[in-house]
């Protein structure tokens, strides 16, 4: 048989036969692209019988979300409040499928009751990307998440946040000294998220590095514009959420263009630091209470998990940290340089910028609502004059509105507004409701909690947008649904420095109230509008406020 050439083929084809099938060949191949690039990786859940957006809302969010229309936290709100009812919802980050978990119960199952198979996080950056970053108790998984959370863990117990309260003390009552002009009665304009975030680098600088920062007399102090270079990793702005989108979405691709958390100038900067801390105190004997001294404690075998009964917790939102964190003969011994720098930068990443967010929103509500403020203003006055005008760890520990107002902050503000996990082993969520069917979940399947849709959910908080401390008084904790409040998380891998975020915000709102009244002025923007530009909470054009001097009784 003899066959024609393909020219020759070609042809044989009437040309106005190929001028007609050009269009149809463009079209298949756009219809092609839009089922299986646009549409099937987005019906993932369907066909697995989840409930989920549409393909086309899902695409119009996600435009939205590019564009940066709302803020990160109400885009996830309304991914929360799309399924009232359902357990569970499907839902896509980028083109990743992930598994919203909605009931409490479920939450405790995943996070509490079956860990083992949930015990990771899903990986920020990509793997030999960011060596610091990889030994961090945050990016650890399996067994070497186990060791150094135990490692770790006694370095965060109430005892040792009470040998830290001087340390905190002192930066907090620089701060407030810094503003107090003796004699004066003027209010002082103050934006508030520089202003706070600067104190909580100066108790980081102390508490974690041994440094002694002032920070609102030294702007620009090298620790500081390390850590602000360093928080960049927040990816706030278009630009930094594009190189967050990369390394999500190709770690191939971000290593080829050396895409990085931290420059080599901070993390230089970081070892340095901590490396050149522990040789002098060696070398001269030198003992501090802060991170870095219990840190080479670890390191010799001689950090324990301990706690006093005596000690007071730091309130309802403390977490008790878990077996695996109790676990002595899990502890690493064999800490390298590189292991403490990066547990030191974990501090770093827990102190400054969540730690600052929920002191602004704490002084936020404070200042729109002046007479919680004003109940709060009185406590701090009461526990002053019971300690002759000196504020001890457990005077500050014993202030239970204290307490109700920094607890009802981390309900409507959570600094984190979701978690997530990641399942390392094949499970089954069964079907308990009607309509719903067994959900297979791989290794490698994410699941996520979003702390700022669930304890905004009026089913667990009635009336979710009114600020009411009286939701945590002791007569009403009790109707609190169990992991419907998460504001650090659930289980073993919740945040391991809620105590000191607890008591570093304490400190510092009791030292303001002492001295000051927290007053709306004409550049507060009421009700907040939260910022579009960053994918934690923050407040757009800033927190401004005024700090009004108040006679001073103790």
């Not at 099937?40 to 697995?48: D, K, L, V």
């Not at 801390?277 to 870095?292: F, L, Q, S, T």
């Not at 002191?359 to 002053?384: G, H, K, S, W």
Request: charged share 25%; net charge neutral.
């Amino acid at each position: 048989m003899k066959y024609l050439p393909l020219q020759g083929i070609i042809h044989l084809i009437p040309t106005n036969r190929i001028d007609t099938m050009s269009p149809i060949l463009i079209l298949a191949g756009v219809c092609l692209f839009i089922y299986f690039v646009l549409i099937r990786p987005f019906q993932f859940w369907t066909n697995r019988g989840v409930i989920q957006f549409s393909v086309g809302k899902l695409w119009v969010d996600r435009a939205k979300m590019i564009v940066q229309a709302n803020p990160m936290a109400e885009n996830l709100k309304k991914s929360y409040d799309g399924f009232p009812g359902a357990r569970f919802a499907g839902l896509y980050q980028l083109a990743r499928p992930i598994l919203v978990i909605r009931d409490p119960e479920l939450i405790k199952q995943i996070t509490v009751k079956d860990f083992d198979y949930f015990i990771d996080h899903s990986p920020l950056v990509p793997k030999d990307c960011e060596p610091l970053w990889e030994k961090n108790l945050l990016n650890l998984k399996g067994e070497s998440w186990k060791e150094m959370r135990a490692t770790l863990s006694p370095s965060f117990t109430s005892s040792k946040m009470k040998a830290m309260f001087n340390l905190m003390t002192e930066c907090a009552e620089r701060f407030v000294n810094y503003f107090r002009v003796e004699g004066s009665e003027d209010t002082v304009t103050v934006e508030l998220k520089d202003t706070f975030t600067r104190f909580t680098n100066d108790v980081i600088a102390s508490v974690s590095f041994g440094m002694d920062c002032d920070s609102l007399k030294e702007r620009e102090n090298e620790f500081y514009r390390m850590v602000k270079e360093a928080a960049n990793f927040s990816f706030s702005g278009l630009c930094n959420n594009m190189k967050f989108v990369i390394m999500l979405l190709s770690p191939k691709l971000a290593t080829f263009f050396g895409l990085h958390l931290f420059s080599n100038k901070v993390s230089t900067f970081f070892r340095n630091l901590v490396t050149g801390n522990m040789a002098e105190r060696e070398r001269n004997g030198i003992v501090r209470p802060d991170m870095i001294h219990l840190l080479m404690e670890a390191r010799k075998g001689r950090l324990k998990h301990e706690r006093s009964n005596e000690i007071i917790d730091s309130g309802f939102a403390a977490i008790e940290e878990s077996e695996i964190g109790k676990d002595e003969n899990r502890q690493k011994l064999e800490l390298s340089d590189d292991d403490v720098t990066a547990q030191s930068m974990i501090f770093f990443f827990a102190g400054f910028e969540t730690v600052s967010t929920l002191m602004c929103f704490t002084a936020y509500e404070l200042a729109v609502n002046p007479y919680i403020q004003e109940r709060l203003r009185e406590e701090v006055d009461n526990v002053l004059k019971d300690g002759n005008g000196i504020l001890t760890h457990e005077g500050l520990m014993k202030m239970e509105y204290m307490d109700m107002v920094i607890s009802e902050v981390l309900r409507k503000w959570p600094p984190a507004v979701g978690t997530d996990r990641m399942c390392v082993k094949p499970y089954t969520i069964h079907p308990e409701r009607e309509g719903e069917k067994p959900v297979h979940l791989k290794k490698g399947d994410v699941v996520f909690m979003i702390m700022y849709g669930i304890q905004r959910d009026e089913k667990y908080f009635p009336d979710p947008d009114r600020f009411d401390p009286e939701r945590f008084s002791k007569e009403n904790r009790k109707n609190i649904t169990p992991y419907s409040y998460m504001p650090f998380g659930a289980g073993p891998r919740s945040c391991i420095a809620n105590r000191f975020a607890l008591l570093e915000t304490k400190l510092l709102i009791f030292n303001v109230l002492r001295y000051f009244e927290i007053v709306v002025v004409k550049k507060s923007v009421v009700p907040i509008k939260l910022s579009r530009k960053q994918l934690n909470l923050n407040a757009e054009g800033g927190f401004w406020f005024g700090l009004k001097p108040r006679k001073v009784y103790y």
